[in-house]
């Protein structure tokens, strides 16, 4: 049986994503931008319900790898390293990172 927090917390990030995209349409900061801080203790919670291993650390061990690799890869095709695109392109592959991870996990429990 999955604890209701589980599903709760990704519900109100993502509503709360779309207020804030709707509050703030022209800003450079999505609203998808606040995910991982909802998706993330989503996946613990999973983790610890179940009594599994987290793998959360080594998952962001995995992500700062990639941090490195497209850091190095942009600044050789620019020749310099502009720190707000990279940051910007580096949380969007978090935040993509912490949706595949939470909806894995589903499935892994349910399975």
Same mark, same amino acid.
Do not use: E
């Given at each position: 049986?999955? /604890?209701?927090?589980?599903? *709760? *917390?990704?519900?109100?990030? $993502? @509503?709360? =994503?779309?207020?804030?995209?709707?509050? !703030?349409? +022209?800003?450079?900061?999505?609203?998808? =931008? #606040?995910?991982?801080?909802?998706? #993330? %203790?989503?996946?613990? #919670? @999973?983790? /610890?319900?179940?009594?599994? %291993?987290? $793998?959360? %650390?080594?998952?962001?061990?995995l992500f700062f790898v *990639?941090? #490195?690799?497209?850091?190095? +890869?942009? =600044? &050789?095709? /620019? +020749?310099? !390293?502009? @720190?707000?695109?990279?940051?910007? +392109? !580096?949380?969007?592959?978090?935040?993509?990172?912490? &949706?595949?991870?939470?909806?894995?996990?589903?499935?892994?429990? /349910?399975?």
């Amino acid at each position: 049986m999955i /604890n209701a927090t589980t599903f *709760l *917390l990704p519900v109100l990030g $993502f @509503l709360l =994503a779309v207020f804030i995209d709707w509050l !703030l349409p +022209k800003s450079h900061f999505r609203g998808s =931008a #606040i995910l991982p801080l909802f998706l #993330i %203790p989503a996946c613990q #919670i @999973l983790t /610890n319900q179940k009594r599994w %291993p987290s $793998f959360l %650390p080594y998952g962001f061990l995995l992500f700062f790898v *990639l941090v #490195i690799v497209v850091s190095i +890869k942009i =600044a &050789i095709q /620019n +020749k310099n !390293l502009p @720190l707000w695109p990279t940051l910007l +392109k !580096l949380w969007d592959y978090l935040v993509i990172n912490t &949706i595949f991870w939470f909806l894995g996990l589903l499935i892994l429990v /349910n399975a």
